[in-house]
């Protein structure tokens, strides 16, 4: 398909390529470029802790708290009538959990070489644990979770 031209122009060679001028980097009106504002995309926080799974009927909860790198497991709100029983205490802490008092959560920390074996045994703890608590308050194992 042909274009008509005007006498003023030139025909187009054979071997000349496309060059595309490169982004405006005039400053807007806040005083940066698009192409910094580009690079500057702000992304929502992930909320941390983050909680990873729920049992509200249990009243336990499993969270990973990214900015102290920890793991936790919270009981109701942290109240000395939310304390589970001691077999469930004794398994925290076999599995290497200790009591945070200001938090008011069982904490285990997450190293960089073990991050995430330690995420898998702590769902798995969580699910034991879970499952004792609700053998011990009498609740029916299918009645409903919250996966995260």
Do not use: C
Not at 5 to 30: C, G, Y
Not at 73 to 98: C, H, N, T, W
Not at 120 to 138: N, P, V
């Amino acid at each position: 398909m042909s274009r008509k031209r005007t006498p003023d122009q030139e025909p187009p060679s054979e071997n000349t390529t496309a060059v595309t001028d490169p982004p405006a980097t005039e400053p807007t009106a806040e005083g940066q470029s698009f192409a910094e504002k580009v690079g500057q995309k702000k992304w929502p926080a992930a909320p941390d802790p983050f909680r990873i799974a729920s049992d509200n009927l249990a009243g336990v909860r499993l969270y990973e708290n990214k900015r102290d790198r920890v793991m936790a497991i919270q009981f109701g709100e942290g109240r000395q009538e939310d304390k589970p029983s001691q077999a469930v205490i004794d398994m925290l802490k076999e599995g290497g959990y200790r009591w945070n008092p200001r938090e008011k959560v069982w904490t285990h920390p997450v190293k960089h070489d073990s991050a995430m074996s330690t995420r898998i045994e702590a769902e798995w703890l969580y699910q034991e644990i879970r499952t004792m608590i609700r053998q011990e308050k009498g609740i029916e194992a299918s009645a409903p979770e919250v996966p995260f």
